[in-house]
């Protein structure tokens, strides 16, 4: 189950958004969030909600802007899946080289695309921008680690923030995985309106009420290779220094 909010739609969008963090090409930062529930039935249940954090869970995943709203936030999946894994199984993960291929730079042959930023559970892609390998270093590499990591943190403040105001979240819940699913929504949703009460929320085919719109044809990108994301983070390293 998911939710769209304000994803960028236009190049102007994407450029504005960008202008909310300190992180060349940024305009978002993708991260999971694991939700406390109740110890489910079943043997195989158990193994499935139980996470990393030592205690039963679903997650609740997001990509976030400089403001802190969420663009896109997707909950439900047991809390023992891995953030990569339920983010390429996402509705959004095809549509993500579209959107960040609304506002593209060239150095020589070289495209450099409009990126979130990932912590190092994420695929690396050129669009989706990780942190060098701290082993071995370079004192610049570190520097471009050290910025990527405090423009990165909004996500986790998001989910810090979203806690603070729906505690229950936080607290855990007597819900079922599948009612809490639906409520993290809800308070996602109410997140942003309190955040910006003039932004657009959701966006819905009024012929078919529960049905997104597809606003963004998907274009067909091939899946690149490592080699052409550590192209580019090569070639933005010194804008970050």
Request: hydrophobic share 45%; charged share 20%.
């Amino acid at each position: 189950q998911h939710v769209i909010g304000i994803l960028p739609k236009t190049r102007d969008e994407v450029l504005t958004l960008q202008g909310l963090l300190s992180f060349p090409y940024a305009f978002g930062a993708v991260d999971g969030c694991q939700l406390r529930i109740q110890c489910p039935i079943g043997e195989a249940a158990r193994k499935d909600y139980w996470c990393f954090k030592q205690f039963y869970s679903i997650i609740l995943m997001a990509i976030v802007d400089g403001k802190g709203r969420f663009m896109w936030s997707s909950a439900g999946m047991p809390g023992n899946c891995h953030d990569a894994t339920l983010l390429q199984a996402s509705n959004i993960w095809q549509h993500l080289p579209t959107i960040c291929h609304l506002s593209v730079d060239h150095v020589g042959a070289i495209s450099i695309p409009a990126m979130i930023l990932g912590d190092n559970a994420f695929p690396f892609r050129s669009w989706l921008m990780k942190r060098y390998t701290q082993a071995n270093a370079t004192p610049d590499q570190k520097k471009f680690n050290k910025r990527h990591s405090s423009s990165r943190v909004v996500v986790e403040n998001a989910f810090g923030w979203l806690k603070m105001r729906f505690r229950e979240l936080f607290r855990g819940t007597e819900s079922s995985p599948e009612n809490l699913k639906f409520a993290a929504l809800a308070a996602v949703t109410l997140h942003n309106i309190m955040i910006d009460q003039n932004e657009p929320m959701m966006l819905e085919n009024p012929d078919n009420p529960g049905q997104e719109i597809v606003w963004l044809q998907r274009a067909e990108f091939a899946d690149e290779g490592r080699g052409h994301a550590a192209t580019v983070r090569d070639l933005i390293l010194p804008l970050v220094l």
